[in-house]
């Protein structure tokens, strides 16, 4: 048992370094495999990029006369597909490697202490070696550019090395090692606060590649091997084998075989689809082997040291770098490094196994024939001397390696060199050198993927896509990773050559089968051309994979929304197991589009701060759930849009929050959002105007509309042109509304060139008599002002059709209630009694309007008779606050009084009965004299389109003391009659 672990017989301060040593070697073999396993993970990672569509609703339409106007209003679906990102240099295997590195010499340092003096001096001469290929000098250490400071710390080590070996030989090991250790942090101190680079220990893990590169390569000549060897232990060892050399020879055949196929796989002359050796397993059985077998030929090196412990700690340690090595190179994708260490790998395996087979038959073919344990004496041959085999080995080796193209193998080492110098440059934030650096890797590594993709990137960034593309096609030409294959696609399909993306990414799915990633772009380069087949295939395939499996979902949706396909959305968000924001966000749209109920919980303003997805899920939220949002969620999203850091997506939330508050009646806080929007946007101003002129259409402000119009039609947004004629017809600007109408004759729809025909039709007539009832009643709308009761009375006697007299003679009747002419506005009411009309919602607006007569005139009883006897859809909520609070305010309920006229002070300048009312009881009650004041200042900034609003304001200013804004009032009042 001793023999085989050979430790347990150490004294105790040496099995201290061993277990030391061994844990740094087991964790040195986990860093290689797992840098090997992430491949180009380790340094590239997927960005997710999106693509919006807007898909364009009506959050609600109303009427001005006879036309039907809608609100627009716009829900977003996003398609998310996957980029490659920037490379991001794994510092953490760099520090690793360096720190690793440092210790393994730090233990072969000591053990050189123990040597004889001829190979102590050998073995330091190695060691300064070993340090000045460290090149201390880059770190500019005390600002000296010079050799001086590192040939003080190179002293600093020699010295009590010399020390040790020299004067002081009976110096304990473990007190040599912790010596050693000091020095080396106090090196670690100096480098760290006095080095003038940034990085300074990442400088050291550039300079350090050469130096682990060349003892890794020295270690896997060294133990290429030990499995064959191992082959003699387990066929000769066993007492009980009578079939030793023929079991040794079909073994040794097998392995050679598999070594032999799997360097055709790599040098590429063989694509069979066959389980091939992984290179990097045979390394890590031919280390732990090596150990063993570095101890069964203690024989060959006993005159230089002894294999316990030193000669346990040097191949220990020696196999620890080799593998921290490999870590670095993997855990930072250096392909072209990586090469060597593969080529050396399976090249020594090759070649050093086939000679020591011949080595085996030379000189144990016999015994092994005999059933012998040739395994005892391997090391003592008879025939073929060790060093012999050792030599044809190395011969053998390098044959592979002039055959593979010696120079070619040297420059991919060079290339790994400068793309170690191209991340240095990138941490430090100095691209211009970086790049060059790049350059040079790819200058030596030529169709090295590291340097080709860092090139790609940093070309693509500059819009060089021409250029961008060939350093993806050198990447992917031998070495191509998924990050290189989908971004050469992604370009492809940025360009619009979308058909070239699709094939791109065919085959980049053949190379990487079942790849997330992969499936999901190429469904969604599907969705492109409007293959829907295609596209939901491999989006459903991507769904099986974590890193796509979100983003596929989303785009399924997204697909359902974009091609209008009858999928209830909250049915299919079921299905998925945790919807993300973007699934749940197209979902909302999907809905929206379809007129769908969305009935799945959601706490959309849950994330701070937003990213896109979940911005774009808050915005179709408020678009969805427009009519039913209350005002406590309202004002919780007005703060989350309001907050800095979501100051990106504050625009395009701001505008659908602005809607909210539209529908939630708060006109004012709707108007102020968009106007904000308006000036503060440039791009979008047409659109903004465009929604507020509509706004103030409904409101009966066409004053304001046309403000709003002016600049929706300077950026020809829309339909704006034709409700900019509207809103002068509506205004009463009738020559300016003449020549808009004319302009709409030339517009390119057909249905807005009717409309200007019809306008230009009424606007221009000098008599009703070749007019048919619609145009009669737009003759009446736009052609009658209210002191023309005689015209109108003679014009809509004519009118045939019930339902059209009847909206004429009620909008009559605002109108004169509007300049105050209460008797003739309740003569016109009482005239459209006893027409049946089939329009009920004529016969609704003839029933508020008659509340609204007696709330003016105070009729408390009547109000609270009638009042329940009518239904309030969401637009009359502030009529019944303003006929509650008055019946509150006759039955003492002054608390029920003031939270209704608190909100009908502010909510809607527009509902001027709500704002004198308002007005009045805050006049009256409240202590602040001048809020009554303030209320009607702020209503007529915003509605200059009221007669009975300006009488009420110049009244209050009079009062107040305001005679000149009172005047100024009665004045804007009068015009405002006239033109009525």
């Not at 240095?424 to 100095?430: C, G, R, V």
Request: net charge neutral; aromatic share 14%; glycine share 4%.
């Amino acid at each position: 048992m001793h023999s085989r672990w050979f430790w347990t017989s150490w004294s105790l301060d040496y099995r201290v370094i061993g277990y030391i040593l061994g844990a740094v070697l087991i964790l040195s073999i986990l860093f290689m495999w797992v840098g090997y396993s992430k491949g180009a993970e380790n340094v590239i990672h997927w960005d997710a990029y999106h693509q919006q569509e807007t898909i364009e609703t009506v959050s609600h339409s109303f009427d001005i006369g006879n036309f039907e106007l809608s609100i627009p209003i716009e829900s977003y679906l996003t398609f998310e597909y996957f980029n490659g990102g920037n490379i991001q240099p794994n510092t953490l295997a760099s520090y690793i490697f360096l720190g690793g590195l440092v210790l393994c010499s730090l233990i072969m340092l000591c053990v050189i202490t123990t040597l004889e003096r001829f190979w102590y001096f050998v073995g330091m001469g190695l060691f300064t070696l070993f340090m000045v290929s460290l090149r201390l000098e880059v770190l500019q250490l005390f600002g000296l550019t010079g050799r001086m400071v590192p040939i003080i710390i190179l002293f600093g080590f020699i010295l009590p090395a010399f020390y040790f070996n020299i004067l002081r030989p009976t110096t304990p090991f473990l007190l040599r090692f912790l010596i050693f250790i000091l020095l080396t942090v106090i090196t670690a101190f100096i480098v760290h606060f006095f080095s003038a680079v940034d990085y300074p220990f990442l400088h050291l893990a550039v300079t350090a590649y050469v130096p682990g590169l060349v003892l890794a390569l020295i270690f896997i000549l060294m133990v290429a091997h030990e499995i064959p060897a191992a082959f003699v232990y387990i066929t000769c060892s066993g007492t009980s084998s009578s079939k030793s050399l023929r079991h040794f020879s079909i073994i040794s055949v097998v392995y050679m075989v598999n070594l032999v196929l799997a360097y055709m796989h790599e040098a590429k002359l063989i694509t069979w689809d066959f389980l091939y050796i992984n290179f990097y397993l045979l390394l890590t059985v031919s280390a732990v082997l090596g150990i063993w077998g570095f101890r069964q030929r203690e024989t060959l090196y006993d005159n230089i040291t002894k294999f316990n412990p030193f000669g346990a700690y040097f191949i220990v340690a020696l196999a620890a770098i080799t593998f921290l090595t490999g870590g670095l190179l993997s855990g930072n994708h250096n392909d072209p490094a990586i090469r060597i260490f593969r080529s050396a790998i399976i090249f020594s395996h090759i070649g050093y196994g086939a000679i020591f087979l011949i080595y085996i038959v030379s000189n144990f073919i016999i015994m092994m024939a005999e059933n012998l344990n040739a395994w005892k004496v391997l090391y003592k041959p008879t025939r073929m001397p060790y060093f012999t085999f050792r030599f044809a080995g190395l011969i053998a080796t390098l044959a592979f390696v002039f055959y593979s193209n010696w120079r070619e193998l040297v420059y991919h080492g060079v290339s790994g060199f400068y793309n170690h110098l191209g991340d240095l440059y990138e941490l430090i934030d100095k691209p211009i050198i970086a790049e060059a650096y790049y350059q040079q890797g790819r200058s030596y590594g030529f169709q090295n993927n590291r340097s080709n993709y860092a090139l790609a990137k940093i070309e693509a960034q500059k819009s060089n896509v021409a250029k961008a593309h060939n350093h993806y096609e050198l990447a992917n030409d031998k070495r191509p990773t998924p990050f290189s294959l989908v971004n050469d696609a992604n370009l492809l399909l940025l360009e619009g050559r979308t058909f070239e993306s699709i094939h791109a990414f065919s085959r980049a799915l053949k190379k990487f089968p079942h790849h997330g990633v992969i499936e999901n772009n190429l469904g969604y380069s599907y969705t492109k051309i409007h293959k829907l087949d295609s596209a939901i295939l491999f989006f459903d395939a991507a769904r099986k994979h974590k890193r796509s499996q979100q983003a596929a979902e989303a785009n399924i949706l997204g697909l359902i929304g974009q091609e209008y396909l009858p999928v209830q959305a909250d049915s299919l968000v079921r299905q998925f197991n945790t919807p993300s924001a973007l699934t749940l966000s197209n979902a909302l749209a999907v809905a929206s589009l379809q007129k769908q109920s969305f009935d799945y919980t959601l706490n959309p303003w849950a994330a701070q701060p937003l990213d896109i997805a979940t911005a774009t899920l808050l915005n179709n939220y408020l678009v969805h759930f427009l009519k039913k949002i209350d005002t406590v969620a309202l004002h919780q999203i007005d703060r989350i849009v309001s907050d800095s850091l979501n100051i990106d997506y504050h625009e395009a939330l701001k505008a659908t929050l602005a809607q909210a508050y539209y529908q939630q009646n708060n006109v004012t806080r709707a108007l102020s959002i968009m106007g904000e929007l308006a000036y503060l946007s440039q791009i979008m101003q047409g659109k903004f105007n465009y929604i507020a002129g509509l706004w103030a259409l409904e409101q009966g402000c066409p004053d304001l509309a046309l403000k709003s119009f002016n600049y929706a039609v300077q950026f020809d947004y829309k339909e704006a042109r034709l409700y900019n004629a509207i809103a002068l017809a509506e205004a009463r600007y009738l020559p300016e509304a003449r020549i808009a109408a004319d302009s709409l004759l030339r517009h390119k729809n057909e249905n807005i060139r009717e409309i200007g025909r019809q306008l230009k039709k009424i606007l221009d007539a000098a008599s009703i008599d070749n007019l048919n009832d619609l145009e009669k009643y737009q003759f009446c709308r736009y052609r009658i002002g209210v002191a023309d009761t005689v015209l109108f009375e003679r014009v809509v006697n004519t009118i045939q059709d019930n339902d059209l007299k009847v909206a004429a003679l009620i909008e009559m009747a605002e109108r004169q209630f509007d300049v105050m002419h209460h008797k003739a506005a309740t003569r016109y009411l009482i005239q459209t009694s006893g027409i049946p009309v089939q329009d009920k919602s004529l016969v609704e607006k003839q029933k508020h309007f008659e509340l609204l007569l007696l709330a003016f005139r105070g009729d408390i009883n009547g109000l609270a008779s009638r009042l329940n006897s009518l239904s309030f859809d969401k637009k009359r909520e502030l009529e019944k606050a303003l006929y509650e609070a008055l019946i509150s305010e006759g039955g003492g309920d002054t608390q029920t009084a003031a939270r209704n006229y608190a909100i009908l002070a502010t909510y809607n300048p527009f509902f001027e009965e709500g704002i004198i009312a308002s007005a009045r009881y805050f006049k009256n009650r409240d202590q602040n004299d001048m809020k009554a004041y303030s209320i009607l200042a702020e209503a007529v900034q915003l509605n200059t389109n009221s007669y009975r609003l300006w009488i009420a304001y110049a009244a209050e200013a009079a009062r107040v003391g305001f005679d000149a804004y009172a005047a100024s009032a009665l004045d804007e009042a009068e015009k405002l009659k006239s033109r009525k």
